[in-house]
């Protein structure tokens, strides 16, 4: 290759070493293996009270008024994006409840679990857990779309809806042995 300027040489050879790295991998017939996620550092106590109830709470308290500025309405998409985010965080394997040495500042509360019950409850139900948080991304992405739709109506709807899902959620984990109203369980 001579008189070709060396960032040229460099190029073709890395692009050399790159197709015999996936024709190699074409061979072995496995694809490439991402690296393992890294495990959850924060708490499901944490991702709670640190992202989903400031966000929710912005988000409700925006749904309940009537006038929102433009401003405003920037900020709500950044909640409702923690709302969405941190649903995905809830999905996944292997959270702890609390931080190792912390307790629940409601803990054992009237119908509420200690944090090593609601571990383990969590740790045997953890496809529901996940399921349910799913519906909370699901539910954050429809205050995201009314958001960004800068729509009321559609954040009130969206707001009734994320509500509904945080109360059911919290009913089966954090509070599976509250008396309802009507004073049944």
């Not at 019950?117 to 699901?138: E, P, T, V």
């Not at 009314?146 to 709807?157: F, Y």
Request: aromatic share 6%; glycine share 8%.
């Amino acid at each position: 290759m001579t008189g070709t300027p060396a960032w040229r040489q460099s190029f073709v050879i890395l692009f050399a070493v790159g197709l015999a790295s996936c024709d190699r991998q074409a061979a072995s017939g496995s694809p490439a293996s991402p690296e393992a996620a890294p495990p959850p550092t924060a708490s499901v106590h944490e991702i709670m009270t640190a992202r989903i109830v400031p966000a929710t709470n912005a988000l409700w308290e925006a749904a309940a008024g009537t006038d929102v500025t433009d401003a405003k309405w920037i900020e709500l998409r950044g909640q409702a994006d923690k709302v969405v985010e941190a649903a995905n965080l809830l999905m996944l394997d292997g959270l702890n409840v609390v931080a190792p040495g912390q307790t629940l500042t409601d803990e054992n509360s009237q119908g509420g679990l200690s944090a090593t019950d609601m571990q383990a409850h969590l740790d045997a139900h953890h496809q529901q857990f996940a399921q349910m948080s799913g519906q909370l991304r699901d539910a954050g992405q429809q205050m995201l779309r009314a958001v960004e739709a800068k729509n009321m109506e559609a954040l009130q709807s969206g707001g009734d809806a994320l509500y509904t899902t945080c109360e059911s959620c919290h009913q089966a984990f954090w509070y599976p042995n509250q008396k309802s109203a009507g004073g049944t369980q």
